[in-house]
């Protein structure tokens, strides 16, 4: 379960404010990328917060109020499908995710990023591989941006029938690659997640 225990690190090492960055929607066909920065309290204690991937969808809705009350500052970001397919989806993620760190409404001397690449960033970084299920204020964010991400998904599935988005949240499933076929892509779609399309034309 994650603790609190890299960010004691950190600060006997002299930071003082601590955040934990994470996103959702790195690998999905469809939809924005989100990013999520966080600062929680030092030592708080918020009852079964874990990596987001490991909760039911309930067990993350009821953690996200929790988090959002118990926070000292949250952001969440949005990275569009326009910049995801204008650069890339590694790109627009560090972007996103830099500015939710500058979203802050306190500004933090650290952020513990999950995974292990911290390029770009303003503000002195720690990668944290898994960080997620290790670091709590990483994991409070992966929550913030997957709940998110997640209730956009409805939206857009409200917005574009017929897809399936609201069930796989937008990630290449049988029932989505067969959509696509059937109906075509939309303009939340990423046109580099979709290039089998364009093969499958060819043929």
């Given at each position: 379960?994650?603790?609190?225990?890299?960010?004691?690190?950190?600060?006997?090492?002299?930071?003082?404010?601590?955040?934990?960055?994470?996103?959702?929607?790195?690998?999905?066909?469809?939809?924005?990328?989100?990013?999520?920065?966080?600062?929680?309290?030092?030592?708080?204690?918020?009852?079964?917060?874990?990596?987001?991937?490991?909760?039911?969808?309930?067990?993350?809705?009821?953690?996200?109020?929790?988090?959002?009350?118990?926070?000292?500052?949250?952001?969440?970001?949005?990275?569009?499908?326009?910049?995801?397919?204008?650069?890339?989806?590694?790109?627009?993620?560090?972007?996103?995710?830099?500015?939710?760190?500058?979203?802050?409404?306190?500004?933090?001397?650290?952020?513990?990023?999950?995974?292990?690449?911290?390029?770009?960033?303003?503000?002195?970084?720690?990668?944290?591989?898994?960080?997620?299920?290790i670091s709590a204020s990483i994991a409070a964010a992966s929550i913030?941006?997957?709940?998110?991400r997640d209730r956009l998904c409805l939206e857009m599935d409200r917005?574009?029938?017929?897809?399936?988005?609201?069930?796989?949240?937008?990630?290449?499933?049988?029932?989505?690659?067969?959509?696509?076929?059937r109906l075509g892509p939309t303009p939340i779609h990423r046109t580099?997640?979709?290039?089998?399309?364009?093969?499958?034309?060819?043929?």
């Open positions: 379960m994650p603790d609190f225990h890299i960010e004691k690190e950190c600060m006997e090492q002299g930071y003082a404010v601590i955040c934990g960055v994470d996103e959702a929607g790195r690998g999905p066909l469809c939809g924005p990328v989100c990013a999520a920065a966080c600062i929680l309290p030092p030592d708080c204690n918020i009852p079964g917060l874990n990596d987001s991937k490991k909760l039911s969808e309930k067990k993350r809705e009821l953690l996200y109020d929790q988090i959002t009350k118990t926070a000292l500052a949250y952001c969440v970001c949005l990275g569009s499908v326009e910049e995801i397919n204008q650069t890339d989806i590694l790109s627009t993620t560090l972007h996103t995710m830099r500015r939710a760190i500058e979203g802050l409404s306190i500004k933090p001397d650290l952020a513990l990023i999950d995974g292990n690449i911290n390029r770009g960033f303003t503000i002195p970084t720690r990668t944290v591989i898994h960080g997620d299920a913030l941006a997957k709940v998110t917005q574009y029938p017929g897809y399936g988005i609201a069930k796989h949240k937008g990630y290449g499933t049988k029932e989505h690659m067969e959509a696509l076929e580099k997640f979709i290039r089998f399309l364009d093969r499958d034309n060819k043929d």
